[in-house]
């Protein structure tokens, strides 16, 4: 929010300096995130008196004006502007000024006479759209005096970074009470001084109903007359421009005036136009239609929308927008001033369904003070009457179906002292509270009864008493002190799973794959080539079409991160992705259930997924570089397991609708499924539209981290020296080799590993057969190996994979 230093001073005295009022209130909790100084880019615009002014003799359109900027000089001007006189003021732009425009001013002829300089319009200035003619200056002005100073356009804006609990920090009598209880100087709150017409009451000619007072908590509604129309006095319009606001007419301008100086939003109706003298605060009804004063038609949301309507249609969005049908115009005589509380999550629905956040919802959805709507618009009435001519009809409508009932609860006031850990005079307790607004009830004992200001909606309890009174003290003088008391230690559990993900991305980074982090909103249809048998979770609201379905697999993100990369010329994609995916889990008996469990709509399961696509390594001279394939994929997964001490995992072939045939494989450790991995089938890769040669896995990480060895444990070196002998077999075509290899392991104890180093088909083996060939090292870590030994444990390798798969030794 947008802070004027010159309009927060009317409401408290300032430190001296911006700085230190930032530096101020950002200790407080309330950030300034940047500082502005307005009124630059006029240096060299000075206050000048026109002295004389002639017919340019060469030029009927201009004049030869001699003026006096109070150093007894003159200046010789020629302008085109018609509407002064000699004795005016006017600003001028002496030679070597630089206007907001761009526009540098130099000594210049014009048609032949010499000009020193330019009288200026206030769009010259950048101060309004006006260009009619000169800005004609206050008489009472000092010649010479900058324009910027003259015309009070030197200001400092912050910009304050107001957090979502703190609404009532949202306009500048919000924070100037912040800084009187922050500096222990006076809070100056406008006096509101209103005289009333002798004609008919308010409540004689306008009816007020409110139909849903659980989004509607208080309307309050006062009538102008004779108001006319016109532009707002050049200090509302620079105090309005200050905080980001364009000044439009003196009856708009005083509304928005009022919700920047106190918080509470407040909408104009020309009264005119309101059909029946009447309002009604409704919810939209079905097929509802209404236009805002944005131009734009909008379609209401039954049931939800809450509309401000007269007896014939919708007039305004509430708390939102107001509509065209009933918007001030030129031609507006008599005007209704709102003033009203919204619930907050109904504006706040409201204003994202039709993209419409405007400076009220913003208010509205913070929560404001449901007290402060008859001083807002009192304050509003008083202005009109001042800068519009207005004259305010007797009385208010004031419609109140859920008054505001303060909340009160017992500090102790030791509290403090014990909670922050330093001692908090209790004097200074009190005194804090009562200038942040707090209500206090001393009887003399050791609590004191707290009464929570109808604007801190966001306090509760004596935690938040203690917070308000750290950060008006200041963070800053809460001592460093090292904790008392016995130290726990960490959860092992926690810490182990820690390393284990480290060493895990630390694997996968060794394998050239990079993290990336897809939102768990994915396309339904995507999710149907994944995992076609489960319905995913949809969402009611959601962002966009393709983000609608909560995850059940995170391929479908992997594989658009290929599309995009590709897309982009990029050809070797190697990825990985940590993520949740959800699987509906009602209950069987929903309708019965306790609400623990119907709550409990989804089984989250965190899973690893990585893709590998495109050249196995970069493009070089030394040597021709292949395409990634299932064994690149297979050796980045072995190096996680590597890496998570996981032994003994098969590699089994099976069957999924997004994976090839040919290469779709589960991981197992016993009877543990730990995830898949495979070649993407090419339907998939067709209706995702990347190429063939995607490959992909999907592990459970809970499953993979439960089924790790994380502590790793140390083996001796050997002291006896390894027999290596080879074993090529004949076994059926059919007969997987890690089975293979898992029997020559369990066979003999003397077997340290085994690797198969060749699979051959064809020439003299038969179609159905393939010949293995593995390399087994035998040793025995508690003597030197003899052949007779080594010879009996090859024997009884090649014996039990006869019985087994009918090897035949090749």
């Given at each position: 929010?947008?802070?004027?230093?010159?309009?927060?001073?009317?409401?408290?005295?300032?430190?001296?300096?911006?700085?230190?009022?930032?530096?101020?209130?950002?200790?407080?909790?309330?950030?300034?995130?940047?500082?502005?100084?307005?009124?630059?880019?006029?240096?060299?615009?000075?206050?000048?008196?026109?002295?004389?002014?002639?017919?340019?003799?060469?030029?009927?359109?201009?004049?030869?004006?001699?003026?006096?900027?109070?150093?007894?000089?003159?200046?010789?001007?020629?302008?085109?502007?018609?509407?002064?006189?000699?004795?005016?003021?006017?600003?001028?732009?002496?030679?070597?000024?630089?206007?907001?425009?761009?526009?540098?001013?130099?000594?210049?002829?014009?048609?032949?006479?010499?000009?020193?300089?330019?009288?200026?319009?206030?769009?010259?200035?950048?101060?309004?759209?006006?260009?009619?003619?000169?800005?004609?200056?206050?008489?009472?002005?000092?010649?010479?005096?900058?324009?910027?100073?003259?015309?009070?356009?030197?200001?400092?804006?912050?910009?304050?970074?107001?957090?979502?609990?703190?609404?009532?920090?949202?306009?500048?009598?919000?924070?100037?009470?912040?800084?009187?209880?922050?500096?222990?100087?006076?809070?100056?709150?406008?006096?509101?001084?209103?005289?009333?017409?002798?004609?008919?009451?308010?409540?004689?000619?306008?009816?007020?109903?409110?139909?849903?007072?659980?989004?509607?908590?208080?309307?309050?509604?006062?009538?102008?007359?004779?108001?006319?129309?016109?532009?707002?006095?050049?200090?509302m319009q620079n105090r309005l421009r200050a905080v980001g606001v364009r000044p439009i007419s003196n009856a708009v301008d005083v509304t928005n005036f009022v919700m920047f100086e106190c918080g509470q939003p407040l909408h104009a109706f020309d009264f005119d136009k309101v059909a029946g003298g009447q309002i009604v605060v409704r919810l939209a009804k079905p097929n509802e239609r209404m236009t805002t004063l944005d131009g734009k038609e909008r379609v209401l949301a039954a049931g939800d929308d809450l509309c401000i309507c007269d007896a014939t249609a919708p007039s305004a969005l509430a708390g939102v927008m107001g509509g065209g049908v009933s918007e001030i115009s030129d031609a507006t005589t008599r005007v209704l001033i709102e003033a009203a509380w919204f619930e907050p999550g109904a504006i706040r629905r409201t204003a994202r369904r039709h993209a419409l956040h405007s400076e009220s919802s913003h208010r509205f959805e913070r929560g404001i003070?449901?007290?402060?709507?008859?001083?807002?618009?009192?304050?509003?009435?008083?202005?009109?009457?001042?800068?519009?001519?207005?004259?305010?009809?007797?009385?208010?409508?004031?419609?109140?179906?859920?008054?505001?009932?303060?909340?009160?609860?017992?500090?102790?006031?030791?509290?403090?002292?014990?909670?922050?850990?330093?001692?908090?005079?209790?004097?200074?307790?009190?005194?804090?509270?009562?200038?942040?607004?707090?209500?206090?009830?001393?009887?003399?004992?050791?609590?004191?009864?707290?009464?929570?200001?109808?604007?801190?909606?966001?306090?509760?309890?004596?935690?938040?008493?203690?917070?308000?009174?750290?950060?008006?003290?200041?963070?800053?003088?809460?001592?460093?002190?090292?904790?008392?008391?016995?130290?726990?230690?960490?959860?092992?559990?926690?810490?182990?799973?820690?390393?284990?993900?480290?060493?895990?991305?630390?694997?996968?980074?060794?394998?050239?794959?990079?993290?990336?982090?897809?939102?768990?909103?994915?396309?339904?249809?995507?999710?149907?080539?994944?995992?076609?048998?489960?319905?995913?979770?949809?969402l009611r609201n959601a962002i966009a079409a393709d983000m609608s379905a909560m995850a059940t697999s995170r391929l479908p993100g992997l594989v658009n991160n290929l599309k995009h990369s590709l897309n982009r010329q990029v050809e070797a994609v190697r990825l990985y992705e940590i993520g949740r995916v959800y699987v509906p889990e009602l209950p069987a008996n929903l309708a019965t259930a306790p609400m623990r469990d119907a709550l409990k709509v989804s089984s989250e399961r965190q899973m690893l997924s990585g893709l590998v696509f495109g050249p196995r390594a970069p493009l070089q001279w030394a040597q021709a570089t292949g395409a990634s394939d299932f064994y690149d994929l297979k050796g980045a997964i072995e190096l996680v397991l590597s890496a998570l001490n996981l032994r003994n995992v098969r590699f089994e072939s099976t069957q999924r609708c997004d994976l090839h045939p040919r290469s779709a494989c589960a991981l197992m450790a016993g009877d543990v499924h730990l995830g898949l991995m495979g070649e993407l089938h090419p339907t998939v890769a067709t209706a995702f539209d990347v190429p063939r040669g995607v490959y992909l896995f999907e592990l459970d990480l809970d499953a993979l981290l439960a089924a790790a060895n994380p502590i790793p444990r140390a083996r001796p070196i050997p002291r006896y020296p390894a027999v290596l002998r080879d074993l090529a077999i004949v076994v059926d075509a059919a007969a997987p080799a890690a089975d293979v290899e898992a029997a020559i392991r369990t066979t003999s104890e003397l077997v340290e590993s085994v690797t198969l180093f060749d699979v051959f088909r064809g020439g003299s083996i038969q179609e159905d057969k393939k010949s293995l060939a593995f390399a087994i090292r035998y040793r025995d870590r508690a003597q030197t190996l003899t052949d007779e030994q080594v010879n009996a444990a090859h024997q009884a390798i090649l014996t039990r994979l006869g019985e087994r798969f009918g090897a035949e030794l090749r």
């Open positions: 929010m947008k802070i004027s230093l010159n309009w927060l001073s009317d409401y408290v005295d300032l430190p001296e300096t911006p700085e230190a009022l930032a530096a101020l209130i950002t200790m407080a909790g309330l950030e300034v995130e940047g500082i502005e100084q307005l009124g630059q880019g006029l240096d060299g615009v000075v206050v000048a008196r026109i002295l004389e002014s002639a017919p340019h003799p060469s030029a009927e359109k201009l004049s030869v004006n001699q003026v006096d900027v109070g150093t007894g000089e003159r200046l010789q001007i020629v302008c085109g502007a018609k509407n002064f006189a000699v004795g005016d003021l006017v600003p001028l732009a002496t030679i070597g000024a630089a206007l907001p425009n761009g526009i540098e001013i130099k000594q210049a002829a014009l048609r032949g006479v010499a000009s020193f300089g330019m009288l200026c319009s206030a769009r010259e200035l950048g101060i309004s759209d006006d260009h009619a003619g000169l800005l004609i200056l206050d008489p009472s002005l000092k010649l010479g005096m900058p324009i910027a100073d003259a015309l009070g356009l030197g200001d400092t804006v912050f910009e304050v970074n107001v957090t979502p609990n703190r609404g009532d920090c949202l306009s500048h009598i919000g924070i100037a009470r912040e800084v009187a209880a922050l500096t222990g100087r006076p809070l100056k709150i406008p006096k509101i001084a209103i005289t009333e017409s002798a004609g008919l009451a308010t409540d004689t000619l306008l009816d007020v109903r409110i139909d849903a007072p659980e989004r509607c908590r208080r309307y309050a509604a006062r009538i102008a007359e004779g108001v006319r129309i016109g532009p707002s006095p050049l200090w003070d449901p007290e402060m709507l008859l001083f807002a618009q009192d304050r509003t009435a008083q202005l009109l009457a001042e800068l519009a001519g207005a004259k305010i009809l007797p009385g208010r409508v004031d419609r109140y179906p859920r008054p505001f009932v303060a909340r009160h609860f017992d500090l102790h006031l030791d509290t403090p002292s014990r909670t922050l850990g330093m001692p908090v005079e209790r004097g200074l307790v009190k005194k804090t509270l009562s200038a942040l607004g707090f209500g206090l009830s001393d009887d003399g004992r050791e609590t004191v009864e707290v009464t929570i200001p109808s604007w801190r909606p966001d306090v509760e309890g004596e935690a938040d008493c203690v917070e308000e009174l750290a950060r008006t003290m200041g963070y800053d003088k809460i001592p460093a002190r090292l904790p008392c008391g016995v130290q726990e230690l960490p959860d092992r559990t926690a810490s182990l799973r820690a390393d284990a993900m480290n060493r895990l991305r630390a694997a996968l980074a060794a394998a050239g794959l990079d993290e990336v982090i897809n939102y768990s909103f994915v396309d339904a249809a995507a999710l149907a080539h994944f995992t076609p048998d489960v319905k995913p979770i949809c």
